[in-house]
């Protein structure tokens, strides 16, 4: 098997976001798979982002995407997570597990990060079979460099001298009507990160359906982490607070659920502070 291994990631070539690839890396796998209105989100987002700083990396053989990685400079990388002279592993995506590839792109991510200086950081789950795993990374050589319930800040790498990267402590404060807002008896905020879907929030949208028949009852904010003052203020990548009360984070919320909580706010007072979910130790 080892050597299978080495044979196959001795033939793999290294290309970037281009037609051939363009649908399997913008199908992510925390978006409705092939969904068009997510799926062009996500492409006009990396697009953009990729003439900045966002690179993508795709393992190919032949003519056939195994796999692909998602980095960006840690210093705008849009999660909830500081550090310095690193770049940010997003997602490592396989199509086949056990083969190799996501070995050999790792090892590719390694090299262009070390070519620009840098080690590289990664938000490792320890206990989600088959999602970023933090056995993997620790058997490629990565440290933890703090927890945070199950999630688990790793890196590599990293020049002499440079700090190990932290997680953001999380601040939110339930909203107080404004003059401009006085009608909404029920804010809801939804923070969440562009690096899966791109510049809309699936869920902020699930919200907004679930407002509609309360009219200017309800008002439904949208924070995306991308924006480094939302991160320096809020120190959060996803969550949803309906009137100062953090729903579970977990699945995509459903039509279902958003109603329910909706119409179970508009039933009782806003608390003085924020109500907190123990799952804001964790994305997903």
């Not at 053989?61 to 940010?88: C, M």
């Not at 460099?145 to 001298?161: D, H, K, N, S, V």
């Not at 949208?222 to 480094?228: C, I, L, Q, T, V």
Request: hydrophobic share 40%.
């Amino acid at each position: 098997m080892d050597r299978l291994r080495a044979v196959l990631q001795s033939e793999l070539a290294w290309r970037g976001l281009e037609p051939s690839n363009l649908l399997a890396i913008c199908s992510c796998g925390h978006v409705k798979d092939h969904d068009p209105v997510l799926v062009e989100s996500r492409r006009r987002y990396l697009e953009a982002e990729m003439q900045a700083d966002l690179d993508i990396v795709v393992a190919h053989l032949a003519e056939k995407a195994l796999g692909w990685a998602q980095t960006v400079p840690i210093e705008t990388a849009a999660r909830d997570i500081e550090g310095e002279r690193a770049v940010f592993l997003h997602c490592v995506n396989v199509s086949e597990q056990g083969r190799g590839v996501g070995r050999a792109l790792l090892g590719e991510v390694l090299r262009r990060a070390e070519r620009q200086g840098r080690g590289v950081v990664v938000d490792a789950c320890a206990d989600v079979w088959g999602f970023m795993p933090e056995q993997f990374f620790s058997r490629l050589g990565f440290s933890v460099a703090q927890a945070r319930g199950r999630r688990r800040l790793m890196y590599t790498g990293l020049p002499a001298g440079a700090h190990p990267p932290r997680y953001l402590a999380p601040w939110y404060d339930p909203p107080h009507p404004t003059r401009e807002q006085d009608k909404a008896e029920v804010i809801v905020d939804v923070f969440f990160t562009p690096l899966c879907g791109g510049s809309i929030s699936e869920e902020a949208a699930v919200m907004r359906q679930a407002a509609e028949v309360h009219g200017d009852r309800v008002l439904v904010r949208e924070w995306n982490a991308g924006n480094p003052e939302v991160r320096r203020r809020f120190g959060i990548a996803r969550a949803v607070f309906v009137n100062g009360v953090m729903r579970p984070n977990g699945d995509t919320i459903r039509l279902e659920e958003a109603s329910g909580l909706i119409t179970d706010a508009l039933s009782k007072p806003a608390p003085s502070h924020a109500v907190w979910d123990d799952s804001i130790s964790r994305l997903f």
